[in-house]
């Protein structure tokens, strides 16, 4: 969006005194009314790459160039087969694998709506997505595939031959049907304070607007990047990092996601990867970038391709980024800041000057404007004011799935979005995030919702009341910790209670911290004052 006639905007920092908007410092980006398939492919016609997908433990590669002739191939099959159409919605419970960009794009062909869910979800997670999006087929693996009830067009498993005969021609001739900039594309999830999953609603303008904006900026090179994804294509952030490196003919190296345990193994193979391939962009989150300046591992590979380090997720701390540069002084970190309901990334720190700037995530993203508004006054901020982060842009979310109240409340009537985040912009148009309003809890990544856990923990008999907050931790940069009230005369201990959650939520949701005490201070509405329990557990901390 362009400032108007009528504003000056600073050219340092983007900022319009006038309309008091910061705007993007990028160039504007127009970008075709077509649907995200077909934007990919002219990209790739535009410039013949010599990339691939590439599976890091088979070894597997599929030329780009096979593309659209698979992606096409792939889609007439569905459509065939399983008799899909514009607007159904497809669930995909899977880990990461070459087949997922191939999925993603033929059912974007055919206008359905792409889903994908976590695998570790617990099964009530998965029963109210399935709820909340009615799908009408499922994409799964052998090893997820008992985890879905029935569904009107069927299962089909992703690691079987029957998939790969999809892959291949049919004969017949394939008409896709037309799809608009404003048709929905996927519908990923992102958790609320008020602990229940939310589907939001992307569309193919949203998704397009995603990738335009960094292939407007992206530096020309002599090869094609090689980009190493270790993050789930389920996640906004891998979901995009994986559309956008097809999009924009680089090669993409495909690994399944951080298991729970395991990192040291974890870490050899991905610098195993990196030394095999060639890697130059290595997508993580950032309990990997914790691992990475912990563990010598990185001593024994030749990791000199590697020139950039893409992280986000979440926030890495200042002194876990000093020692990264300190130990890997030729590779720039670039942390960016988006949510899902922003299609990932509206701010990224651009070459390495921006990259060098300690704590920022960059300037904004081509076509967005924000504003830093005063939470108690609603006034907005000039720069180096910190402030709620508020964006406005073609990759702001259509809305939430069946919820016009929980879209209101998070997407104005002018098109702006309230981040819940407290952040600023400094005189050069940067990024700065101070702390999250929201009270959701950032562990490796994934959103924990308190409410969830606090629901679960008082259905425990010898549970009276309960809170969960996020506590400090090097390795995942929060984990859930529960204060407990527990019944006079409880026998219940630390590790009955983590057991007892353990058992009904997934692995990422577990309480992993268990401090006792009288009473949950709450407020005189009841709303608990969870930055006193967070003083109590940092006391606590101390003494130990």
């Not at 362009?2 to 900022?15: C, K, M, Q, T």
């Amino acid at each position: 969006m362009e400032p108007s006639s009528s504003s000056i905007v600073d050219p340092n920092s983007g900022f319009s005194p006038q309309t008091k908007i910061f705007h993007s410092l990028r160039p504007s980006v127009s970008f075709p009314s077509s649907s995200l398939p077909h934007y990919v492919f002219s990209l790739l016609r535009s410039s013949p790459t010599s990339a691939s997908l590439i599976d890091a433990t088979t070894r597997r590669r599929i030329p780009l160039s096979h593309l659209p002739h698979l992606v096409q191939s792939l889609a007439s099959n569905l459509r065939r087969k399983f008799h899909l159409h514009k607007n159904d919605v497809a669930f995909i419970l899977s880990p990461n694998s070459i087949h997922i960009p191939l999925l993603y794009l033929s059912l974007l062909s055919l206008g359905a709506i792409v889903s994908p869910s976590n695998p570790l979800s617990s099964d009530s997670d998965i029963s109210h997505q399935i709820h909340l999006t009615r799908p009408a087929i499922a994409f799964v693996t052998s090893a997820t595939a008992a985890r879905l009830p029935p569904l009107p067009q069927g299962t089909v498993v992703l690691d079987s031959p029957e998939f790969e005969s999809l892959l291949l021609p049919c004969g017949a001739e394939f008409d896709p049907p037309e799809v608009f900039q404003d048709d929905m594309a996927a519908i990923l999830y992102s958790s609320g304070t008020t602990g229940r999953v939310k589907g939001v609603e992307l569309t193919h303008r949203n998704l397009i607007a995603a990738i335009a904006g960094v292939h407007a900026v992206r530096a020309v090179r002599t090869s094609p990047p090689v980009t190493l994804c270790v993050v789930p294509f389920f996640h906004v952030y891998g979901f995009m990092v994986c559309l956008r490196e097809v999009a924009l003919g680089g090669s993409l190296v495909v690994a399944a996601a951080e298991p729970e345990s395991g990192r040291g193994r974890r870490l050899e193979l991905i610098f195993g990867a990196v030394e095999e391939f060639n890697v130059t962009h290595l997508a993580v989150a950032p309990p990997l970038v914790v691992a990475m300046v912990k563990s010598p591992v990185a001593d024994k590979y030749d990791l000199r391709s590697l020139e950039v380090l893409l992280c986000g997720g979440a926030a890495v701390a200042s002194t876990v980024i000093e020692r990264f540069k300190n130990k890997f002084a030729n590779v720039s970190l670039v942390q960016a800041y988006g949510l899902t309901e922003t299609t990932a990334g509206v701010t990224r720190p651009l070459g390495s000057n921006e990259s060098e700037v300690r704590g920022s995530n960059g300037r904004l993203v081509s076509n967005c404007q924000a504003r830093i508004v005063d939470p108690l006054t609603g006034h907005s901020l000039p720069p180096l004011r910190p402030g709620e982060l508020w964006i406005r842009g073609p990759m702001v979310m259509k809305g939430y799935v069946d919820d016009k109240e929980a879209t209101a409340a998070m997407v104005d009537s002018e098109g702006w979005l309230r981040t819940g985040d407290i952040c600023f912009f400094d005189g050069n148009g940067l990024l700065f995030h101070v702390e999250r309003m929201k009270d959701l809890i950032k562990y490796n990544a994934y959103q924990v919702a308190p409410a969830e856990l606090e629901d679960l923990l008082l259905s425990h008999p010898a549970i009276v009341d309960a809170a969960v907050i996020p506590y400090p931790d090097d390795d995942a940069g929060q984990i859930p910790a529960a204060f407990v009230v527990r019944q006079p005369g409880s026998t219940i201990n630390e590790s009955m209670i983590m057991d007892f959650v353990a058992q009904k939520v997934a692995p990422y949701k577990k309480v992993r911290r268990v401090f006792y005490t009288d009473a949950i201070p709450k407020n005189a509405t009841g709303k608990v004052l969870r930055k006193e329990l967070i003083k109590q557990a940092t006391h606590i901390a101390s003494k130990l």
